[in-house]
């Protein structure tokens, strides 16, 4: 089973810093398999990056992904007061067929 | 506009059951699998369960051991989860999701509910 670890655990940033988050596996990632999601306190998660690097519909283009292999990255390229949340990384692993959320990053004010 | 909405959570003592449902609208429900994914007060999330479109597969977490039975009623765009021989640590929000699943898309949950929590405490 393949294991997600992200870094920071926190990250304390000012509005209009840009933000950059990770996410690493314990073994190769199918690239198409690779998730990022956003969640506020008090509400559901969001989708924000599907397929490593597509944005999700709606999403606006400061927030971007990329990597491959076993490492991913989600960025934030200048960080607005409503970004401020926790950010998971999510991969599909088919053999066996499930889901893995990683720990998650929250991102701060500064 | 696409609604997934939670029910059935609530205060349970250690070894009860409780059933979940997830009603959906604003998409072709049985075209598409849905998932259960937990969140523990504080904690990160989870995947619990996830069944294909028509039912036929269902899929588990490892630390579930076999305790929760996720299905679907097509006919009335409803997900469950009976969830048995509950313990302290299924203390969680329930969320449903739905998957979306493609060849060079991937698979991800691009739907989410507002979740319904359950409590499990003597």
């Known amino acids: 089973e393949i294991v997600l670890t992200q870094s920071p655990g926190t990250l304390s940033l000012s509005p209009g810093e840009r933000a950059t988050l990770s996410c690493r596996a314990s073994?190769?990632?199918?690239?198409?398999?690779l998730a990022w999601y956003q969640q506020k306190p008090g509400q559901a998660p969001r989708l924000l990056i599907y397929g490593a690097s597509s944005r999700a519909t709606g999403i606006p283009d400061r927030f971007s992904g990329s990597g491959s292999g076993t490492d991913f990255t989600l960025t934030i390229s200048r960080v607005e007061p409503e970004d401020f949340a926790v950010y998971y990384c999510q991969q599909y692993g088919s053999s066996p067929p499930i889901f893995t959320f990683g720990p998650g990053t929250k991102v701060d004010i500064k | 506009e696409v609604q997934l909405l939670e029910s059935g959570g609530g205060l349970v003592q250690p070894g009860g059951s409780l059933r979940l449902s997830c009603a959906a609208s604003?998409?072709?429900?049985?075209?598409?699998?849905m998932n259960w994914v937990r969140q523990a007060p504080g904690k990160g999330l989870e995947w619990v369960s996830g069944?294909?479109?028509?039912?036929?597969?269902?899929y588990y977490g490892d630390s579930l051991k076999g305790r929760f039975t996720i299905s679907r009623d097509n006919s009335k765009n409803t997900l469950y989860l009976q969830m048995n021989s509950l313990r302290a640590e299924d203390t969680a929000l329930y969320y449903c999701?739905?998957?979306?699943?493609?060849?060079?898309?991937?698979?991800?949950?691009?739907?989410w509910g507002q979740g319904t929590l359950v409590t499990v405490s003597s």
């Open positions: 999701a739905k998957e979306v699943w493609g060849i060079y898309s991937g698979r991800y949950f691009d739907y």
């Open positions: 069944i294909s479109g028509s039912g036929r597969n269902t």
């Open positions: 604003g998409f072709s429900f049985s075209s598409y699998a």
């Open positions: 073994q190769s990632v199918t690239s198409s398999y």
